[in-house]
């Protein structure tokens, strides 16, 4: 990917983006994932992104709309994607830099729990939620 590309993708992440990542409850325990969208309203935009990204699970879907809305598309990167995209761009992000870089720790944590049966759990819960104060909507 060269420079030009990674910059017009962080971009993107910065302004239209969203790097989170949630507590999922199954029967006995939780396990945390994490994701990286991008919307936007130009589907064009959207495929050529997906196609920039290249390699992994990517995911363009048209999300649920009002009647007076205009269609908008999304890019959904599972959490090894991302952090693999993160890695690359982090040099070209701004606004989203911290976000990205909780999220590559997380991701590195994550690694982590497969040998050692769930590594740092607290650590893990604490980045979660300040993802979520990034994201959260209102004052």
């Given at each position: 990917m060269?420079?030009?590309e990674k910059a017009y993708i962080a971009g993107f992440i910065d302004g239209e983006g969203c790097i989170y990542a949630c507590k999922i409850k199954t029967?006995?325990?939780?396990?945390?994932?994490g994701k990286i969208i991008i919307g936007c309203t130009n589907k064009e935009i959207i495929n050529k992104l997906a196609q920039l990204i290249?390699?992994?699970?990517?995911?363009?879907?048209?999300?649920?709309?009002k009647p007076k809305w205009k269609p908008m598309f999304r890019l959904e990167l599972a959490q090894r994607?991302?952090?693999?995209?993160?890695?690359k761009i982090l040099p070209?992000?701004?606004?989203?830099?911290?976000q990205a870089k909780l999220f590559i720790?997380?991701?590195e944590l994550?690694?982590?729990?497969?040998?050692?049966?769930?590594?740092?759990?607290?650590?893990?819960?604490?980045i979660v939620f300040?993802?979520?104060?990034?994201n959260r909507r209102g004052v």
């Open positions: 060269k420079d030009i029967r006995n325990s939780y396990t945390i994932n290249g390699d992994g699970t990517k995911n363009v879907t048209q999300h649920k709309q994607q991302g952090t693999k995209l993160l890695q070209y992000l701004i606004l989203k830099k911290k720790e997380l991701t994550k690694k982590k729990s497969r040998k050692w049966k769930k590594y740092n759990e607290k650590r893990q819960e604490e300040e993802l979520k104060e990034f």
